[in-house]
């Protein structure tokens, strides 16, 4: 038995306010989609939900405007939908093929701002986006679309402030590290990687502030000072990863060149006896490692 689609209209015989809509499946199952959610009080319209949750299920009836086929129920739907006065529907929108016309108001966009504050996406949920989003590859048209549209984008006045009060006394990451696995992910992906001339000089376009990095060599105790870790990294051949680490564990490179932020060099004595009680060696690192 073929299934009857088309427009219903559910009315309130108290007030005279009326609810067109459409289905693609059949009345009566809409109409039981409909009673399910309002004896619950959960229906998605809320004008609809509290005259009903007003005035009850005895106030209400069903009834067919127009069987068609499921392709022109939102054509047909609009035009029922023109007939009256919107003041005499509980309609969220004026068409129903599109929310042209339909806007929030401010005490409900503030509701629906505060409904979401404080909302955090289980652990569950975040290894089903994962997963969902593994593998993916977004198109090139996409791309080219995405950055057409953001081409010549100024931020709003304030954004920058916006961002740092929301960040201010945030913690997540402050101590973290990465496990070895996740290392050998993170080297894995990295591998065979380079960048173009026109990236990496964004990148150092990118990097405007300057910190100024002293070297000392213990060996003869010749100083060097440069004006980033950058040009520390080009003058001695070494990666940019190899200064940071040098500086952050206060190890000397190849137990030679001491690396440090401190504009006055440390005394070469106390680090040849920190050297020589040290039972594990110094990692070596690579002068091509990128």
């Not at 039981?32 to 619950?40: D, E, I, P, T």
């Not at 069987?67 to 129903?96: G, H």
């Not at 929310?99 to 409900?108: A, L, M, V, Y």
């Amino acid at each position: 038995m073929e299934l009857k689609t088309g427009i219903y209209k559910i009315t309130n015989t108290i007030t005279g306010m009326m609810y067109i809509g459409s289905t693609t499946v059949s009345f009566r199952k809409r109409w039981q989609q409909h009673l399910l959610s309002l004896n619950k009080g959960i229906h998605y319209n809320l004008y609809l939900q509290n005259s009903w949750t007003l005035h009850g299920e005895e106030s209400f009836f069903f009834e067919i405007l127009e069987i068609c086929k499921p392709i022109n129920c939102l054509v047909r739907e609009d035009f029922y939908i023109q007939q009256y006065s919107f003041s005499q529907l509980y309609n969220n929108r004026p068409l129903a093929s599109n929310n042209f016309g339909f806007r929030c108001s401010d005490e409900t966009k503030k509701k629906m701002s505060e409904a979401q504050l404080g909302k955090r996406h289980t652990d569950e949920a975040k290894k089903r986006m994962s997963i969902a989003k593994t593998g993916r590859i977004m198109p090139d048209e996409q791309k080219a679309n995405l950055s057409a549209k953001n081409k010549g984008r100024k931020k709003p006045d304030g954004f920058g402030a916006n961002i740092s009060r929301l960040k201010t006394g945030n913690k997540y990451c402050l101590g973290k590290e990465c496990s070895q696995e996740t290392r050998n992910k993170i080297a894995e992906a990295n591998k065979g990687r380079v960048f173009s001339e026109e990236s990496k000089k964004n990148m150092l376009d990118g990097c405007t502030t300057k910190i100024p990095v002293f070297v000392l060599d213990i060996t003869n105790n010749d100083t060097f000072s440069f004006e980033t870790m950058r040009d520390c990294q080009k003058h001695f051949g070494m990666s940019l990863s190899t200064v940071g680490h040098c500086i952050k564990t206060g190890k000397p490179y190849h137990k030679k060149l001491l690396i440090t932020l401190q504009k006055t060099s440390p005394n070469p004595v106390e680090y040849e006896a920190q050297l020589e009680s040290e039972e594990t060696p110094h990692p070596t690192y690579s002068d091509t490692e990128q």
